[in-house]
């Protein structure tokens, strides 16, 4: 059996409007402690476009534009048994989900969730969806920004993403339109 691994606390402001979830860091972002440090992940390559961010930003900036852009960031899972980052190896009869009920409770003007993949998807629907109880919260799956998820441009993954955040996107002076 695969140790156990923890994701990271929620990244977000009371005011936020959009979640996005993923499923579980990978082995990169663990050991960093920084969601999304895989150096071939597309998350912030695409929130750079979105929110007009430098390259050159720090991870502490780059978490600042996403609260100012109303943008909450979190896993659907609290913890799991997986080997190695590849989401088809965490181990199903392991997982332990996030208290999204307390998560909603807290941040009551979330209007869109997110879904980084499939994945994160699948365990929302499944474990997850009642937490929002009874509110209306559109949800979307956008393209996995994950580097095992190469189906897609770059350039098509910034439009999806483009498409599904930037009418819920509160305005910022970085943010791009």
Same mark, same amino acid.
């Given at each position: ?58 991870? %502490? ?11 909450? /960031?979190? =896993?659907?899972? &609290?913890?799991?048994? @997986? !080997? ?56 979307? %799956? ?11 441009? /770059?350039? =098509?993954?910034? &439009?999806?993403?483009? @498409? !599904? ?13």
């Amino acid at each position: 059996m695969s140790a156990r691994i923890a994701s990271f606390p929620p990244v977000a402001r009371r005011d936020a409007s959009i979640l996005i979830l993923g499923s579980m860091p990978g082995e990169a972002s663990l050991q960093a402690g920084q969601y999304y440090a895989h150096p071939r992940n597309a998350f912030w390559p695409i929130m750079r476009e979105l929110l007009g961010l430098p390259e050159s930003a720090s991870y %502490r900036d780059r978490l600042g534009a996403l609260q100012a852009g109303g943008i909450a /960031l979190w =896993d659907v899972l &609290a913890s799991c048994h @997986r !080997a190695g980052s590849l989401d088809s190896d965490i181990e199903p009869g392991t997982l332990v989900v996030n208290d999204f009920a307390s998560f909603f409770a807290a941040h009551g003007r979330i209007a869109l969730v997110c879904f980084n993949g499939a994945t994160a998807e699948r365990y929302y629907r499944r474990h997850v969806d009642a937490a929002s109880e009874g509110r209306r919260i559109e949800s979307v %799956r956008l393209p996995s920004t994950s580097p095992a998820h190469a189906a897609l441009t /770059l350039a =098509d993954k910034v &439009a999806a993403w483009r @498409r !599904a955040i930037k009418p819920h996107l509160q305005s910022t002076s970085r943010a791009s339109q």
